[in-house]
């Protein structure tokens, strides 16, 4: 008999599949009145213009994706903070891990690319009629290129800070984690301001009238690097290490 403290995938899919079970229907709800909001919207552009512009009509589905996605992502543990069935959830037999890959999957790279594929079909959908109505030309947009990828792969990284935020707080997830991080930005900002009165002086910008090639090159190449590869490098596995200890201390 597999010992529930080992991993196993098959555990991990039934998690999957049981938190979609339960949050099917509202996801269905949500997809259907973005997709109504994105074809209506394309119509009337048709109507007015006399054009189908896929590009505007793909970075509006592409934002609805992320703040949906975020609102997924912050109700990933709406279980857990209930009284009633929060105890329930705790002692399902499943490893902290793994639990906490279920969801993450679910509401990160599942998500993601579920998501471009259904903006995809929508907006094939929104052509096809638009070109039926008002004899407009039909564009199709593909997701699967190195712009489609970058977006996917921000999202990856931005939501992780909403998935903590649905694991600390108990209520009102997403507007606290994003008032969370507009304070850290602030702090982030006061703190970098500081640091750059202190190093510029009464330099109030930075070009190469006032500063040597190397301190030039610090500011313009070396800093944006570091946060490049903080971003991409370590802001996911932070957010999703402080989520499972998180989870942990719950289930202590």
Do not use: C
Request: hydrophobic share 55%.
């Amino acid at each position: 008999m597999e010992k529930i403290n080992q991993f196993s995938v098959q555990r991990l899919f039934l998690l999957m599949k049981r938190h979609s079970i339960m949050n099917l229907k509202t996801w269905l709800i949500g997809f259907g009145a973005i997709s109504g909001v994105l074809i209506v919207m394309a119509l009337l552009q048709s109507l007015g213009s006399g054009t189908f512009n896929l590009d505007s009509l793909t970075a509006t589905g592409i934002s609805f994706i992320f703040i949906a996605g975020y609102l997924i992502t912050s109700m990933m543990y709406n279980e857990i903070h209930t009284p009633a069935r929060g105890q329930f959830y705790l002692i399902l037999p499943a490893t902290t891990f793994e639990k906490l890959l279920s969801n993450w999957l679910l509401s990160s790279i599942v998500y993601v690319l579920v998501a471009h594929i259904m903006l995809s079909l929508v907006l094939l959908i929104a052509g096809l009629l638009s070109a039926a109505i008002f004899s407009t030309s039909l564009d199709f947009y593909n997701p699967f290129t190195e712009a489609g990828f970058k977006n996917m792969g921000v999202y990856l990284v931005t939501q992780s800070i909403f998935f903590l935020g649905a694991l600390y707080f108990r209520k009102n997830n997403m507007l606290k984690t994003l008032l969370s991080i507009f304070a850290v930005i602030v702090a982030l900002g006061m703190i970098a301001s500081l640091f750059g009165w202190i190093i510029l002086g009464e330099f109030n910008q930075i070009n190469e009238e006032n500063l040597p090639p190397q301190g030039l090159e610090f500011f313009t190449i070396t800093i944006p690097n570091i946060a490049k590869y903080l971003f991409w490098g370590l802001t996911a596995p932070f957010f999703l290490v402080v989520s499972y200890f998180k989870l942990k201390e719950r289930e202590v």
